[in-house]
C-alpha cells in the first residue's frame, strides 16, 4: 500500500489550511531588502585572519586581522589587534587599531592604542587611550 502525504494531510487538515509555497519574488524582495538585520561576526582570541572583509553588518575582533576591512560596525575588544586599511561606520576600540581608518563614530577606550591615520567625523577618547599619527575631521 503505497501512502500519498499531501492525500493525508488534506484528509486531516482540509485543504484550505495546507502550507503555501512562498512567492519567489517576495522572497527576494525580502532577501535583498536593507532592513534586513545581519548577525554580528566574531574573530574570536587565539584566531588570526589575513585578507579582506566586506559587510553590511557589525563585527567583533578579539584576535588579529590584519587587511582590508570594510563594514558598517567594527569593535576590537581588549585581546584584540587590527592593522590594515578599515572604512567603517562605527569603531569602537579596546585593544590596538593600526593603519589607514575611515569612519563616521571612533571611540577609543582607556587601554586602546591607535596608530595611523585617522579621519573621523565624530571623536570620543577616554583617559588613558593612545592616539599616534595623522588626525582628520571630516
Known amino acids: 500500500m503505497m501512502f500519498n502525504k499531501k492525500r493525508d494531510v488534506e484528509d486531516v487538515l482540509g485543504s484550505e489550511q495546507l502550507p503555501t509555497e512562498p512567492d519567489v519574488a ?55 589587534s ?15 587599531l593600526s593603519g589607514q581608518m575611515e569612519c563616521r563614530d571612533l571611540v577609543i577606550g582607556g587601554r ?8 573621523y567625523s565624530n571623536l570620543a577618547i577616554q583617559r588613558g587611550g593612545i592616539i599616534k599619527g595623522d588626525l582628520k575631521r571630516k
Open 112 to 119: 586602546a592604542v591607535v596608530e595611523g591615520s585617522l579621519t
Open 82 to 96: 587590527v592593522d590594515g586599511n578599515v572604512t567603517a561606520d562605527n569603531i569602537n576600540v579596546k585593544g590596538e
Open 26 to 80: 517576495e522572497d527576494n524582495l525580502i532577501r535583498n531588502s536593507e532592513t534586513v538585520h545581519l548577525k554580528p561576526s566574531i574573530i574570536s582570541e587565539g584566531f588570526e585572519f589575513i585578507g579582506e572583509i566586506r559587510s553590511k553588518g557589525s563585527i567583533t575582533v578579539d584576535g588579529k586581522l590584519k587587511g582590508t576591512i570594510s563594514v558598517q560596525s567594527l569593535t576590537i575588544g581588549s585581546t584584540g
